[in-house]
């Protein structure tokens, strides 16, 4: 018996809807702040790297990704490549009183990204 057919049996009245596919450009709200001085040639905020960094790579996260689900994106996302980098970006965001999420493989096996 087919997934469908089985669906169909479990489920007699349901009319699952179709949802469109989801445009070539994330649609974020606009970033709330620019860069700190100092911190403009190592981040980004174009609306990939922003949509990236708001979901992980757990099937929930690809599904909402899907759907658009981008509300609280970060409004900037920095890269740093080396330790006095890194030590930059935490020294501006402590100066600047802005919040910093560490983002590793986007995994989300923990949960942590939403």
Not at 33 to 54: F, K, N, T, V, Y
Not at 78 to 84: F, S
Request: hydrophobic share 40%; net charge neutral.
């Amino acid at each position: 018996m087919s997934t469908c057919a089985v669906a169909r049996a479990l489920l007699p009245h349901s009319q699952p809807a179709l949802l469109p596919m989801p445009s070539d450009e994330p649609t974020l709200a606009a970033p709330r702040m620019a860069p700190p001085p100092g911190l403009e040639a190592i981040s980004s905020q174009s609306p990939w790297d922003r949509a990236a960094h708001r979901r992980g790579r757990a099937y929930p996260d690809l599904v909402a990704g899907f759907r658009g689900e981008y509300d609280g994106a970060p409004d900037l996302v920095a890269r740093p490549r080396t330790a006095a980098e890194v030590a930059q970006v935490l020294e501006s965001c402590h100066h600047h009183r802005l919040a910093v999420v560490p983002f590793g493989g986007g995994t989300s096996v923990v949960g942590v990204v939403d």
